[in-house]
């Protein structure tokens, strides 16, 4: 089982950036997939959801009409659209695939939102 997350990187304020997350060694469609975040000397935070077998997605209040998680099942790639970024979203964020019991984390990627 692997998840592997890209895309992150510098942008200045109001900037935008594109997470993906390449799943690999289960079967994606079933899993519900999620990005968290977590800041320096924060703790790790719930960002958005995206159900398996469904259009439906939730989103953290402090992200909702920035930024926007999608999936494609044919690429087994999970993806985080992030809009009008703001110094607060700074933090390593982690693409997490879970189905029933099992549950399963990338490694991170750094997003640093900076002037």
């Known amino acids: 089982v692997q998840l592997v997350e890209s895309g992150g990187g510098l942008v200045q304020p109001g900037g935008s950036l594109r997470l993906s997350c390449a799943a690999s060694?289960?079967?994606?469609?079933?899993?519900?997939m999620s990005w968290y975040r977590q800041a320096p000397g924060k703790e790790r935070e719930w960002v958005a959801t995206?159900?398996?077998?469904?259009?439906?997605?939730r989103y953290a209040n402090s992200v909702k009409d920035r930024f926007t998680i999608s999936r494609d099942n044919a690429k087994n790639t999970v993806y985080l659209q992030m809009n009008s970024l703001k110094p607060e979203d700074t933090a390593v964020y982690y693409c997490?695939?879970?189905?029933?019991?099992?549950?399963?984390w990338g490694q991170g990627t750094q997003v640093t939102v900076s002037s």
């Open positions: 060694g289960f079967t994606f469609s079933r899993y519900h």
């Open positions: 997490k695939a879970r189905y029933v019991n099992y549950e399963y």
């Open positions: 995206t159900i398996s077998s469904s259009d439906s997605t």
